[in-house]
Nanobody, 121 residues
Framework: QVQLVESGGGSVQAGGSLRLSCAAS????????MGWFRQAPGKGLERIAT??????TYADSVKGRFTISQDNAKKILYLQMNSLKPEDTAMYSC????????????????WGQGTQVTVSS
């Protein structure tokens, strides 16, 4: 089992920045990749960033503005969010997958509880 706890959400004005953190504990050696997801009110879940080994992928909606990274020693996943827009308002969650085939989809094994990000215009 892997436990994930997000932090760092909050309210910010458009153009501002936030850094989200996701602390992992438990049997983390089983993790193949990790990702950040978000869900805005009334909308579906969106996978916005994934990292496995040194490889990162981003959704077009955040490419060039968000950066996913990880500190393996501290077992923390980060999401640096710059140039935030009102449409970035959502609940952000981190997730971990144990198999490669899960990484570019939504079938991750473990999920955090989420942290709210609100961007005002």
């Amino acid at each position: 089992q892997v436990q994930l706890v997000e932090s760092g959400g909050g309210s910010v004005q458009a153009g501002g920045s936030l850094r989200l953190s996701c602390a992992a504990s438990g049997y983390t050696s089983s993790t193949y990749c990790m990702g950040w997801f978000r869900q805005a009110p009334g909308k579906g879940l969106e996978r916005i960033a994934t990292i496995y080994s040194e490889t990162t992928t981003y959704a077009d909606s955040v490419k060039g503005r968000f950066t996913i990274s990880q500190d393996n020693a501290k077992k923390i996943l980060y999401l640096q969010m710059n140039s935030l827009k009102p449409e970035d308002t959502a609940m952000y969650s981190c997730a971990a997958a144990e198999e490669k085939w899960r990484c570019q989809g939504y079938w991750y094994n473990y999920w955090g509880q989420g942290t709210q990000v609100t961007v005002s215009s």
